[in-house]
C-alpha cells in the first residue's frame, strides 16, 4: 500500500518534470522566433544561461498558474462569462510577464501582446502534455477531472453505494437521427451502449414541440398552459418566451403550484444548463434564476469557475471558441457560393452564438457534471444544446450537424469515464426533448411571412419589409445570460401592434399563433368571421399551412383545413380531416392545447408532407421544432438496462409529463432522491 503511493507520488513528479521540461524548451523555441521575446541581455549570454533563464521562467510561470489562476478566477466570477473568456489571454500573458520579471536572471522580456501569445501556446502546450503522460495512469487522471471538477466537491464525504443517475439531454436530437448517426458510426459510444447495456425509446412530444414545454414537463412533471415557445397572454397583456429568465422563472412557478412538489431533481440534485431548475439545490447556467441577484440561492454562474480555474483549459476553450466561430464563417461561406437550398442568413453575431454554444457551453456543462459524478450527488440533469443551435441554421440532416453530433458523443464517453472514479456507482441516462424537421421557411417558399399573411386577411396594410423572427434558440438566451444582459426579448415587444385592434402574431418554429389584444377572451370562430370575414378562409386555404384550431361557440373547438374543412375536435377519430397527415397523436395533442388558458385566438400549424417529413418554418430556420410534423415530435429515452422499461409493451409514451413519472420511478429504483408521490404516481406503481 505504501508502495503504491510512493509510485504515485513518483509518476506525478515525473510528469510535472516533464511538463516543466518541455514548458522551457516551448519557452526557448519562442524566443528565437518572436523578435519582442527575449531571453538573453542585449550583450548576448552562453546558451547555458539562456536555458537556465527559460528553465526558471517557465517553471514560475506554470507556479504562478497554478496557485494565481484560481484566485484570479474566482474574484472574476463577477465578471460576465464571455467577458472573462477574452480576459483569459491577457490574464495569461500577464501571469507570464510577472514570471518573466521575478526570474532571477533579469534577462528576460517581452512586449505585452507578445506575452499574451507565449502564455496561450506554453499553457496549451503543457496542456496536452500533462494530459498525453495522464492518459495511462487512471489516478492521474483522475486528478486531472478533479481540477475541472467544482472543487466544493473535494469536501463531500464518500458517497453511498446505491447508484446515482445522470441524465444528459441532447437538444433537438431526435430518435430517427440517433439512429442514423450510430449507423453511420458518428456516435460509437451510443453504439457500444445499445449494443449490450441500454436501450433505445421513442416518445412522442406534445403540440408544442420544443425545449420549453419539454423540459418544463420533464423536470417538474407539468407543462400545462404552455401553447408554444412564445405567446400573447391576454389577462397580464404580456408575451411569454420560454427563454426569457423573467417568463422561465414564472412557468417554474405555475408548475410547482399546480404538482405541489418542486421537481424531479429536489433532493441532493444538480441542475445544469437547463431552462429550470427541477428543484435542484446545485445549479449552474440555469436560465429561470439568471435575474435574480448572486447569492446562496443563485449559484448558476459559478459553474463557470469549475472550468475557468485551470488556466490550461481556459485557453483551451478560447482558442476552441475562435475556430469554431471561423468554422462556421467557412461553411457558411461554402453553402453560399453553391447557393445551396435551403438556406437562412448565418452572419451577424450567429457564428459567436454558435460558437459559445458548441464550445463554452458544452465544456462549462460537462465539467459541472463531472464534478457532480465526483461529489457523489444522486441526481444530476444536464442540457447540451450544440446539436440544435447548429441544426436550425445548417439543417438537421447536414453534415454540420453531423459533426456536432460525434463530439457530444466524446462527451458522453468522458462523462463514462468519470463515473469509473466517482466514489459511488452512475447510471447514466440519455434523452432528448424534442427532434427537428426539415424544411425550407414559409416566408423562403412564399415570398412573405405569416405575420404579412394574416394583416392581408384581415384588410390590414402589409409593410414591404417584414421583421424576421428571432430563432428560438436556447443558446441566444444562455449568451445573454452569460453576459448579464436583460433577456426581456426586446424584440418581442416592439412587435406588439400600436393599436389594440391590430392582432399580434407569433411564430414557434413551424406552430403560428394570432391573437387579437383588445379582445380580453379568447375570440370564437363566429366571432373571427364577423370581424374579417376572409381571415379564416385565407389562412386555411394557403398551401403553407396544414390547419387551424379555434373556439367554435357551436362545437367547443374545431379544426379547419382547406376547401373548407371542418372538423369539431370531439369527431376527429371518426374524420381526422386536416390531422390526417400529421399522425396518430395529433388529435390528442390538438385537444390538450386547446383546452389550455392562455391557447391563442387562432393556432396555425403549418403545412406538412409526410413523404420527406418537411414541414415549412415561420421563423428564419431550415431546422424547425414547435408545432406538429415530422421527426421534431419524436425525440428519444436512451436508458440503461437495470432501470425497468420506460412503456408496458405495445405502449406508447406521449407527452412529456409521462416521460417525468418514468424518470421519477428511475430515481426510486435506484434508490435515489425520495420524490414525494404524486396521486398519478401511486396509480402507475400499483398498475
Keep these: 500500500m505504501r508502495g503504491g503511493r510512493w509510485r504515485r507520488i513518483a509518476s506525478q513528479v515525473g510528469r510535472s518534470v516533464a511538463v516543466w521540461v518541455v514548458s522551457t524548451v516551448t519557452m526557448l523555441v519562442l524566443a528565437g522566433i518572436l523578435p519582442d521575446f527575449q531571453l538573453q541581455s542585449a550583450t548576448g549570454d552562453s546558451a547555458t544561461r539562456i536555458a537556465v533563464t527559460a528553465a526558471l521562467g517557465a517553471g514560475a510561470f506554470g507556479l504562478l498558474s497554478a496557485l494565481v489562476w484560481p484566485l484570479l478566477v474566482r474574484a472574476l466570477l463577477l465578471v460576465p462569462a464571455l467577458v472573462l473568456g477574452l480576459l483569459v489571454f491577457f490574464l495569461n500573458g500577464s501571469l507570464l510577464l510577472l514570471a518573466l520579471r521575478i526570474n532571477p536572471s533579469g534577462d528576460s522580456e517581452a512586449a505585452p501582446e507578445t506575452a499574451v501569445i507565449v502564455a496561450a501556446v506554453m499553457s496549451a502546450v503543457a496542456s496536452a502534455t500533462g494530459g498525453a503522460l495522464a492518459v495511462r495512469d487512471d489516478d492521474a487522471y483522475r486528478r486531472r477531472l ?28 431526435g430518435h430517427d437521427v440517433l439512429l442514423d448517426a450510430v449507423g453511420k458510426g458518428l456516435a460509437p459510444t451510443v453504439a457500444r451502449w445499445l449494443d449490450g447495456t441500454h436501450r433505445l425509446t421513442p416518445w412522442r412530444t406534445d403540440w408544442s414541440s420544443q425545449t420549453g414545454a419539454s423540459q418544463l414537463g420533464i423536470l417538474h412533471g407539468s407543462n400545462h398552459d404552455v401553447p408554444a415557445f412564445r405567446w400573447y397572454e391576454k389577462d397580464s397583456r404580456e408575451v411569454m418566451v420560454c427563454n426569457r429568465p423573467t417568463s422561465a422563472a414564472e412557468l417554474q412557478r405555475r408548475a410547482v403550484v399546480r404538482t405541489g412538489d418542486t421537481g424531479l431533481l429536489t433532493a441532493d440534485g444538480a441542475s445544469r444548463g437547463n431552462l429550470f431548475s427541477g428543484g435542484a439545490d446545485e445549479q449552474a447556467l440555469v436560465l429561470s434564476i439568471a435575474t435574480r441577484r448572486r447569492g446562496r ?42 447557393k445551396q437550398r435551403p438556406r437562412v442568413s448565418r452572419g451577424g453575431l450567429y457564428p459567436f452564438v454558435r460558437a459559445f454554444a458548441t464550445v463554452v457551453e458544452r465544456d462549462v456543462v460537462v465539467s459541472a457534471v463531472m464534478g457532480d459524478m465526483l461529489a457523489g450527488r444522486t441526481a444530476i440533469y444536464a442540457d447540451l444544446v450544440a446539436y440544435d443551435e447548429v441544426a436550425h441554421h445548417s439543417g438537421p440532416l447536414s453534415r454540420d450537424a453531423e459533426k456536432v453530433l460525434g463530439r457530444l458523443d466524446r462527451a458522453l464517453a468522458l462523462i463514462e469515464k468519470v463515473s469509473e472514479h466517482a466514489p459511488r456507482p452512475y447510471r447514466i441516462v440519455v434523452l432528448s426533448d424534442h427532434g427537428q424537421s426539415p424544411g425550407e421557411t414559409f416566408r423562403a417558399r412564399y415570398g412573405l411571412g405569416l405575420g404579412e399573411l394574416v394583416r392581408a386577411g384581415c384588410g390590414l396594410p402589409v409593410p414591404r419589409k417584414a421583421q424576421h423572427t428571432h430563432s428560438g434558440a436556447e443558446a441566444r438566451a444562455a449568451v445573454r445570460a452569460a453576459l448579464r444582459r436583460p433577456v426581456e426579448e426586446g424584440g418581442e415587444r416592439h412587435r406588439l401592434p400600436g393599436r389594440r385592434s391590430e392582432p399580434i402574431v407569433l411564430a414557434s418554429g413551424n406552430l403560428g399563433l394570432v391573437s387579437f389584444p383588445d379582445v380580453p377572451h379568447r375570440m370564437s370562430k363566429e366571432e373571427i368571421d364577423a370581424r374579417h370575414p376572409a381571415l379564416l378562409t385565407t389562412l386555411a386555404n394557403h398551401p403553407g399551412i396544414g390547419f387551424l384550431l379555434v373556439r367554435s361557440e357551436e362545437h367547443g373547438g374545431v379544426v379547419l383545413g382547406a376547401y373548407g374543412a371542418e372538423v369539431p375536435l370531439d369527431r376527429l377519430e371518426q ?16 385537444r390538450r392545447t386547446h383546452s389550455f388558458p392562455h391557447t391563442a385566438d387562432i393556432m396555425v400549424n403549418s403545412f406538412h408532407d409526410p413523404a420527406d417529413g418537411e414541414v415549412l418554418a415561420f421563423e428564419e430556420q431550415i431546422g424547425s421544432h414547435g408545432g406538429l410534423g415530422g421527426a421534431q415530435g419524436r425525440p428519444f429515452l436512451l436508458s440503461p438496462l437495470a432501470f425497468s422499461a420506460p412503456a408496458g ?17 428511475w430515481l426510486r429504483e435506484a434508490d435515489g432522491p425520495q420524490v414525494p408521490l404524486t396521486e398519478e404516481d401511486g396509480q402507475e406503481r400499483a398498475a
Design 297 to 338: 440561492e443563485n449559484r448558476s454562474r459559478a459553474g463557470y469557475f469549475a472550468y475557468f480555474s485551470d488556466p490550461a483549459n481556459a485557453v483551451r476553450t478560447a482558442l476552441s471558441f475562435v475556430a469554431e466561430a471561423g468554422r462556421e464563417i467557412g461553411q457558411s461561406t461554402r453553402a453560399r457560393l453553391r
Design 649 to 665: 409493451e405495445g405502449c406508447e409514451l406521449v407527452g412529456a409529463e409521462q416521460v417525468h413519472h418514468v424518470l421519477r420511478r
Design 575 to 590: 374524420d381526422p380531416g386536416p390531422l390526417a397527415a400529421f399522425g396518430p397523436g395529433a388529435a390528442d395533442a390538438v
Design 146 to 173: 478533479y481540477r475541472l471538477a467544482h472543487r466544493r466537491g473535494r469536501r463531500r464525504p464518500p458517497g453511498p453505494s446505491s447508484p446515482g443517475t445522470v441524465f444528459l439531454q441532447l437538444d433537438g436530437v
